[in-house]
């Protein structure tokens, strides 16, 4: 699959979201870093409910683009938009819909994990005793809550972040990496919290270099390389499902013949000895049928290696990396 | 306002903040036992012009001079390190915390927070200063007594009147600490190393200091804010020499506006990547 496929206009990502809101977007979003251009031109939207994710490569420049839709760090060009409230241009206002963290969450040492939700959070508002402990059993801190913050591994602040995230309900979550550095226990508590708030309706946008997580957890997803955009659309898509077959018989020759017959053009292929069909619905079982009455003895038949998530992502990071021009042209909006 | 006690909240929940103010509510006593068990030693130079004599000479007959003499004790070295130290944490302390981008990631205006920031720090100031008035009382009182005072141009005036010009001493005292504080947080505004930023406005007021201590640097004298400190003497004299007094509150003032509307405008357009 490439990146052709998929059309980057305002009104295609906005017909795929099937009549939902955008609630996060960003518009030509550029940064340069003195002669580092980090995002260049960054045009996403993410639909009410999505789990949407944000996948690169270290230093692709997904850190970056959350800073940005946070407001830590100013645009060179271009915006990001938090249903209608422009950031920067309108910075306090989006962040009373936005929750997460970037990097590693850190937090007041001196202070209880309790302590610190309560007083960050009372910055967007009242939040009472109760909905800090229920946003901490949430994340499996309950127990700590009167723990100081500084005694904390990186594991318990990843929690107390998306905690912190959670407390006013807000539109949109955005997690940078929540997973790294967790152990695998820890990485799947906070996946499933994940899927548990996706499936409550909660729009989340999940940044993340592990492609296996986001297959895991996402329906949309965005692949960014060297600050681009190279594809983007639902996972299934971005990670289509190969039907083909390994068939091997005891007369693989007649069987080519059969087989030739039955599937559509270009569909049957040689490999290793093996006859790779690409199958549509119900043609395994035909194809079975019609080798059995031609007296061909099947030896086996055997799914396809799929072409996954993280083959393509190779294939296109390094693609883009080879063709990718000076780092600090200007290439806005466009298709990558 | 709830900015500003949230700030406080977490002035109060860091150790350093209680070593400081603690420190500075033990000097006076050291001072104190320095002057109770000296041998007066130092008696040859009574009734001579010098002010930080003056003062000291009087600290074992009066206690006081003893609030007046931590004042003056103080001013020059270790109130400006404590206004430093304060006004350095504000943005840097907390950028290299991380704890910078978790505030800045909550819908707070970011001249807000460093208002905030710069109010709490002088107020930190302030306690240390009120401390260090309030011991330099308690020991000077308990050990010396506390009598009428004596001033620089000889008049006697009542233990009010002196704690009274004792106050105003400190007000003016707190106002030069203000400088160094601004200095300090726009400091902190340019690094995320607070230990730079306090090495730094340190380090200015330092060089300013010995910059005035050179006669050929006399021209930049009035522009020189740290030279001012000693100027509270003045508020010792019978009537106020008032003029000098002023002219410090002006140069004072220069540099606090100065020194923070840079800040304010490094902070709001600053790109925060810690």
């Known amino acids: ?336 | 306002m709830s900015s500003i006690r949230r700030e406080f909240v977490k002035t109060l929940f860091q150790r350093r903040t209680y070593i400081g103010w603690g420190g500075l509510f033990i000097v006076p006593f050291l001072i104190m036992l320095a002057f109770r068990f000296s041998d007066g030693g130092h008696g040859q130079n009574a009734g001579q012009a010098d002010v930080g004599g003056f003062i000291m000479m009087g600290v074992r007959s009066n206690g006081m001079f003893l609030v007046i003499a931590a004042l003056f004790v103080m001013s020059t070295f270790f109130l400006p390190m404590f206004a430093s130290m304060s006004g350095s944490y504000t943005v840097a302390g907390e950028a290299e915390k991380g704890t910078l981008r978790t505030m800045l990631m909550q819908p707070v205006r970011r001249g807000t927070l460093l208002m905030s920031k710069w109010l709490v720090s002088n107020l930190y100031v302030a306690i240390c200063l009120f401390l260090l008035g309030i011991a330099s009382l308690i020991a000077g009182g308990a050990v010396f007594g506390l009598k009428a005072t004596p001033l620089f141009t000889g008049q006697l005036v009542s233990v009010w009147h002196a704690l009274g010009l004792a106050a105003a001493s400190y007000l003016f005292m707190f106002v030069g600490m203000m400088c160094v504080v601004s200095l300090a947080v726009l400091f902190s505004t340019l690094t995320d190393s607070s230990l730079t930023a306090v090495a730094s406005a340190l380090g200015l007021v330092i060089v300013m200091l010995v910059l005035g201590a050179i006669p050929q640097f006399d021209f930049l004298k009035p522009y020189l804010f740290p030279g001012k400190f000693m100027e509270f003497t003045n508020f010792l004299r019978s009537p106020v020499a008032w003029m000098p007094v002023i002219k410090a509150l002006i140069t004072f003032g220069v540099w606090i506006i100065g020194t923070t509307g840079i800040a304010f405008w490094r902070f709001s357009r600053k790109d925060i990547l810690s």
């Open chain 1, 1 to 336: 699959m490439t990146a052709e496929k998929f059309d980057y206009s305002h009104e295609e990502k906005l017909e795929h979201c099937e009549g939902r809101p955008v609630v996060l977007s960003t518009h030509g979003l550029t940064k340069d870093f003195k002669h580092l251009r980090a995002v260049d031109g960054l045009d996403l939207s993410v639909c009410r409910g999505d789990v949407f994710g944000f996948l690169g490569p270290n230093g692709s420049g997904k850190t970056t683009t959350i800073r940005m839709i946070f407001g830590l760090i100013y645009p060179t060009s271009g915006y990001a938009q938090v249903l209608d409230h422009k950031v920067p241009a309108d910075r306090q206002k989006a962040l009373r819909h936005l929750g997460g963290f970037v990097d590693d969450p850190m937090f007041y040492g001196n202070m209880t994990a309790r302590r610190n939700l309560r007083m960050l959070s009372r910055i967007n508002g009242e939040v009472s005793e109760e909905r800090i402990s229920e946003v901490l059993d949430m994340v499996g801190l309950l127990d700590r809550g009167n723990s100081k913050a500084g005694g904390f591994s990186h594991g318990m602040r990843q929690r107390l972040g998306i905690a912190l995230a959670l407390i006013h309900k807000p539109d949109v979550i955005v997690l940078d990496e929540p997973t790294s550095g967790l152990d695998p226990q820890g990485m799947k508590d906070v996946r499933e919290l994940i899927r548990q708030l996706g499936s409550e309706g909660i729009t989340i946008f999940l940044s993340s270099h592990l492609l296996h997580e986001v297959e895991l957890v996402c329906n949309r997803a965005v692949i960014l390389n060297k600050g681009r955009v190279i594809v983007q659309g639902p996972v299934s898509e971005l990670h289509p499902a190969s039907h083909a077959v390994k068939v091997l018989t005891g007369d693989q020759g007649k069987a080519l013949e059969v087989i030739n017959k039955m599937a559509a053009p270009g569909g049957v292929r040689e490999d290793e000895g093996y006859i790779i069909v690409e199958s549509g619905d119900g043609f395994v079982p035909e194809m079975v049928r019609r080798l059995v009455a031609d007296q061909i003895d099947i030896l086996a038949v055997v799914p396809a290696v799929e072409q996954g998530l993280e083959d393509m992502f190779l294939e296109l990071t390094s693609e883009t990396s080879a063709a990718a021009p000076q780092p600090t042209k200007t290439r806005k909006g466009g298709r990558r």
